[in-house]
């Protein structure tokens, strides 16, 4: 999968890229994330990518053209995702907290996708036009405002890219995460099996591999009823 990010602060991105699962998922090829600075498409010389918004009121807002253009140029970069297709990208998404609340469900079917734009906004946000004209679809990552799109483009790379597969070994599989089947993951537990008198449940040391899956299946339930009852609902 390609993701291409295009941002502002393109440097907020870096880190969360280079260290962990989304390294491992890029040098072993499953994932290629490609940060682009909205200024290079600058309107002009000053690197100018933001204006005053009309009808006044205080913030700027992010301008057409450098977006119109980012997007264009890396659309005319790609070869058609799939026979028929014009060419271009799977999805091009803007964060933004007025969004599609984003949750495991979503996260499983854009890490199916070829290949994704993602629009940082910053400011007041990015011309609406854009978002009617170009952007596929608009994720938001919780009912609270951030200062710009960058740390919710990171949460989104990273729970689509450890969903990739192959990306995640056996071990660390996500299809035992929270979320996948509408449950909570249950607790665990590492040595020693005693500490300052705190035990290990018996079923996890008991060995037997019957008893430990209904433990973990008891627990998730439990857990999933005390905090997360809505998620029942959707079984
Ligand atoms: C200060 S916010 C703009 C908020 C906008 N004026 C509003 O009230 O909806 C700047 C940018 O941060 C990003 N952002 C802020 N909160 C977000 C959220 N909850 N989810 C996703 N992106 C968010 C968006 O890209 C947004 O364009």
Same mark, same amino acid.
Request: proline content about 6%; hydrophobic content about 35%; charged content about 25%.
């Given at each position: 999968?390609?993701?291409?990010?295009?941002?502002?602060?393109?440097?907020?991105?870096?880190?969360?890229?280079?260290?962990?699962?989304?390294?491992?998922?890029?040098?072993?090829?499953?994932?290629?994330?490609?940060?682009?600075?909205?200024?290079?498409? =600058?309107?002009?010389?000053?690197?100018?990518? @933001? @204006?005053?918004?009309?009808?006044?009121? =205080?913030? *700027?807002?992010? *301008?057409?053209?450098?977006?119109? +253009? =980012?997007?264009?140029? #890396?659309?005319?970069?790609?070869?058609?995702?799939?026979?028929?297709?014009?060419?271009?990208?799977?999805?091009? !998404?803007?964060?933004?907290?007025?969004?599609?609340?984003?949750? $495991?469900?979503?996260?499983?079917?854009?890490? #199916?996708?070829?290949? !994704?734009? *993602?629009?940082?906004?910053?400011?007041?946000?990015?011309?609406?036009?854009?978002?009617?004209?170009?952007?596929? +679809?608009?994720?938001?990552?919780?009912?609270?405002? #951030?200062?710009?799109?960058?740390?919710? &483009? &990171?949460?989104?790379?990273?729970? !689509?890219?450890?969903?990739?597969?192959?990306?995640?070994?056996?071990?660390?599989?996500?299809?035992?995460?929270?979320? $996948?089947?509408?449950?909570? =993951?249950?607790?665990?537990?590492?040595?020693?099996? @005693?500490?300052?008198?705190?035990?290990?449940?018996? &079923?996890?040391?008991?060995?037997?591999?019957? #008893? !430990?899956?209904?433990?973990?299946?008891?627990?998730?339930?439990?857990?999933?009823?005390?905090?997360?009852?809505?998620?029942?609902?959707? $079984?």
């Amino acid at each position: 999968m390609r993701i291409d990010i295009i941002s502002v602060l393109p440097e907020l991105l870096q880190s969360p890229m280079q260290h962990s699962i989304m390294k491992r998922a890029q040098e072993k090829g499953f994932l290629e994330v490609h940060i682009h600075n909205l200024r290079n498409w =600058a309107v002009n010389e000053y690197g100018q990518v @933001d @204006d005053y918004q009309y009808g006044g009121g =205080a913030g *700027m807002v992010m *301008m057409c053209e450098p977006l119109a +253009k =980012a997007i264009e140029q #890396l659309s005319s970069e790609r070869k058609p995702v799939r026979p028929g297709h014009p060419g271009g990208y799977d999805e091009v !998404i803007y964060l933004t907290p007025d969004g599609e609340m984003l949750n $495991q469900k979503i996260a499983n079917n854009l890490s #199916l996708k070829g290949n !994704i734009i *993602m629009i940082c906004g910053h400011y007041k946000g990015i011309d609406e036009r854009i978002r009617q004209h170009f952007v596929t +679809k608009e994720i938001s990552i919780g009912d609270y405002v #951030l200062s710009g799109g960058e740390l919710a &483009a &990171a949460v989104l790379v990273d729970c !689509i890219g450890r969903l990739i597969p192959g990306v995640l070994n056996d071990e660390t599989s996500a299809l035992f995460d929270s979320f $996948q089947d509408n449950l909570l =993951a249950p607790p665990v537990y590492t040595r020693p099996e @005693d500490f300052r008198g705190w035990k290990v449940p018996d &079923a996890l040391l008991s060995g037997n591999h019957r #008893l !430990i899956e209904e433990w973990r299946n008891e627990q998730s339930l439990k857990r999933t009823k005390e905090r997360r009852p809505g998620l029942l609902e959707n $079984q």
